[in-house]
T-cell receptor
Framework: EAQVTQNPRYLITVTGKKLTVTCSQN?????MSWYRQDPGLGLRQIYY???????DKGDVPEGYKVSRKEKRNFPLILESPSPNQTSLYFCASSFGFRGGNTEAFFGQGTRLTVV | EDQVTQSPEALRLQEGESSSLNCSYTVSGLRGLFWYRQDPGKGPEFLFT???AGEEKEKERLKATLTKKESFLHITAPKPEDSATYLCAVQARGAQKLVFGQGTRLTINP
């Protein structure tokens, strides 16, 4: 089954404690990205990757890091989480936006609470 | 700056009562407009992609249309299982991201 898998689904952590949210896709997609979803603000892109070792900032990258060492994985790293990073996070993947099928597939989400 | 505005924010309908959701957009050259469905606690699920004005796509009780300034998601004879938040997003030419609207929360009462 084609899917994007995020882990964990729920996470409560304390300010300053480094954490990683994993994302893996099994569709051989080149393009992967991370979004956060907040009430009243909608989905906003954090970082994206067009291929292995190619990453770039989205609209709200402050406080986050990413890496793309393998095509299927795109972890999101919070080096020193703060309460304003409490949010619902989604990983998405697609074949890219150069043409053809461009629809993005989303993971189930990670609800992060930073206290 | 690319922007997407969806209306209404919330819509409550009776089962079988048809209606439309609106997505107005401003973008520096449209590459594609996307509709997604999102159920509570889940990730967005892809519905449609529209690429040019005049294009229409259908799936079961849903039909999406596109003009140069807006898109409509028409829901015909909806059922309670159509209850969800519907998200609209645009991709500008040359851009590597989707810009989302805030969604329309649709509730269909039996």
């Amino acid at each position: 089954e084609a899917q994007v898998t995020q882990n964990p689904r729920y996470l409560i952590t304390v300010t300053g404690k480094k954490l990683t949210v994993t994302c893996s896709q099994n569709m051989n997609h080149e393009y992967m990205s991370w979004y956060r979803q907040d009430p009243g603000l909608g989905l906003r892109q954090i970082y994206y990757s067009m291929n292995v070792e190619v990453t770039d900032k989205g609209d709200v990258p402050e406080g986050y890091k990413v890496s793309r060492k393998e095509k299927r994985n795109f972890p999101l790293i919070l080096e020193s989480p703060s309460p304003n990073q409490t949010s619902l996070y989604f990983c998405a993947s697609s074949f890219g936006f150069r043409g053809g099928n461009t629809e993005a597939f989303f993971g189930q989400g990670t609800r992060l609470t930073v206290v | 700056e690319d922007q997407v505005t969806q209306s209404p924010e919330a819509l409550r309908l009776q089962e079988g009562e048809s209606s439309s959701l609106n997505c107005s957009y401003t973008v520096s050259g449209l590459r594609g407009l996307f509709w997604y469905r999102q159920d509570p606690g889940k990730g967005p699920e892809f519905l449609f992609t529209l690429y040019s004005a005049g294009e229409e796509k259908e799936k079961e009780r849903l039909k999406a249309t596109l003009t140069k300034k807006e898109s409509f998601l028409h829901i015909t004879a909806p059922k309670p299982e159509d209850s969800a938040t519907y998200l609209c997003a645009v991709q500008a030419r040359g851009a590597q991201k989707l810009v989302f609207g805030q969604g329309t929360r649709l509730t269909i009462n039996p």
